[in-house]
């Protein structure tokens, strides 16, 4: 059920320039926020809240250096007076399989999906504890719900963001603070066009190949963010967004031996795929 006093006056999302950040952005905006875009490239950020027009304003941030992160929410709460959510959204794809990643595809996870939430969370939990009120709302992907084969450093950090969202919830449900967190299945974005692969001496060409071919793009990323508020106004634990979301993560906690079967035939077909596109490239 909705919360009644679900009104959101200021918001901050981050991976706000594309995507479903923008996305997410947009919808805020239609529900009354006055929302700050934040992105790494600033130039998005700003075409992004130019078209949302006066109810956004735009900021250039990496939310892996927690200084920064914290200053934007700091000169958020100092112009607006309060901060009712903050969506932390930017996030990378990193695939390939194990052989073919090295520690700069792990360190690349791990600073943008979970330093980069945990630098969020880290800034805004301390003015939301203090006014008695606000949510958090944390992406992660369905690839954190359900092992994902030939993308271990997206999916471990995803799996993280959830654990972080769910025992954050826990310890913040008696400070009048909401988190949730977001699990969409597959999302047309630029993030699987902009994965973040092996060089081509490790097989990155066929990596974003494979990913090209083996992702398919079910949902859009307007239908995401409505969910995603809508998750937000029902205060709900966990939001996963897309009927692949919902069975995989079903049938993994109700039927497991079944799910890790569908997981390793996906991690064979890669493996499969991997080589028929290597064996092209070669020719």
Known sequence: ????????????????????????????????????IADLDGASAQRAAHRLGPDASAATVDV???????ALVDRTVGEHGRLD??????????????????ERHWAKAIDVNLRGVVNGVSAAYPHLRAQGSGHILNTASLAGLIP???????????????????????EAAGQGVGVSVLCPAF???????????????????SVRARVRMMQPRILTAEHVARRAVDGIAANKAVIPV??????SWRLL???????????????????????RVARRATR
Do not use: C, W
């Open 85 to 102: 959510v903050m969506v932390n959204n930017a996030g990378v794809a990193v695939g390939g399989l194990l052989e073919e990643l090295d």
């Open 64 to 70: 892996a250096d927690a200084a920064a992160v914290g």
């Open 148 to 170: 994902a084969p030939a993308m271990l450093p997206y999916t471990a950090t995803k799996h993280a963001v959830v654990g972080l969202s769910t025992a954050l919830r826990a």
């Open 187 to 205: 999302v047309d974005t630029p993030l699987l066009d902009d994965v973040y692969a092996a060089p081509a001496s490790l097989g990155g060409s």
């Open 253 to 275: 906690r109700y039927a497991p031996p079944v799910a890790h079967g569908v997981v390793r035939a996906q991690a064979s077909a890669h493996r499969r795929l991997n080589e």
């Open 1 to 36: 059920m909705t919360r009644k006093d679900f009104h959101p006056k200021v918001s901050i999302v981050t991976g706000g320039g594309s995507g479903i950040g923008r996305a997410i952005a947009a919808e805020l905006v239609a529900r009354g926020s006055h929302v700050v």
């Open 242 to 247: 897309g009927f692949l979301a919902h069975v």
